[in-house]
């Protein structure tokens, strides 16, 4: 038996073989309002950092709210990992409250409606940001654009390129980022603060990120190992 650090209820120890050994409420509820049940993609996840990081009580100063974060590694910043739908207000109160925090969102419920699209180059070159891309028409290996620089501001009309014709600098550049259409999208994480990465249940992650103000979001390729490494944690 022990104690939640939040609420100061009592909980139980949960140490089967099914599942990853954790502690919870002695009754299937939680102190906290932003809880879910925890799924093994959960306790998968959080796995991946000590022990004194995982469900960590974060508090609020001035207010004294409290709420449990999934992990907040040693700098400060948490992980909330999101496996249900979420609308806009939960998402807002949390990233008001948080501040410095990370999403990594179960992506599987949705693959199905993911399709992937061409490749982009790396955004932070020169050419890059001299770019406009128009959103994907499907899994096309090509996407229209415009260059900023050849237009007058403001203009109307643009004279359109077709990525066919850098397609030298955009494989030889490209690190990562693919554009991509979604079938019933969940677009309350377009409208997110903060980084938001989904996970495919691969060995790379994707930030769901626009390539640049002008262009639509696209997905970064991150390797899962090397996010978890950066943020604190290890495999």
């Known amino acids: 038996m022990g104690t939640c650090p939040a609420c100061g209820g009592k909980t139980v120890a949960k140490c089967g073989t099914q599942k990853i050994w954790h502690w919870a409420h002695g009754i ?26 995982q469900e960590v009580v974060h508090s609020d100063g001035l207010t004294g709210e409290k709420h449990i974060a999934d992990v907040k590694n040693g700098a400060g910043l948490v992980l909330e990992f999101q496996n249900s739908a979420m609308d806009d207000g939960e998402r807002t109160a949390r990233e008001s409250f948080y501040r410095n925090m ?8 949705f693959l199905k409606n ?19 891309i128009y959103p994907p028409r499907g899994a096309r290996p090509e996407f229209p654009y415009y260059r900023v620089s050849e237009n007058e501001p403001g203009a109307g009309l643009v004279l359109l390129h077709s990525s066919d014709d ?18 019933h999208p969940r677009n309350v994480w377009y409208r997110s603060i903060v980084p938001v990465y989904f996970d ?25 190992v090397e996010f978890i490494r950066v943020n604190g944690g290890s495999c």
């Open 28 to 53: 299937r509820q939680s102190c906290d309002p932003w809880w879910e049940n925890e799924t093994p993609w959960h306790r998968a996840w959080k796995s991946y950092w000590a022990i004194e990081h």
């Open 102 to 109: 990370i999403w990594v969102v179960n992506g599987l419920p």
């Open 114 to 132: 993911i399709e992937f699209g061409a490749k982009l180059p790396s955004p932070d070159l020169p050419e890059s940001m001299d770019m406009g």
């Open 166 to 183: 850098i397609r030298e600098f955009v494989d030889s550049t490209h690190v990562g980022h693919r554009l991509f259409t979604w079938k």
């Open 200 to 224: 495919f249940g691969g060995a790379e992650i994707w930030q769901l990120i626009k390539f640049n103000s002008r262009s639509p979001f696209c997905l970064r390729s991150t390797n899962k």
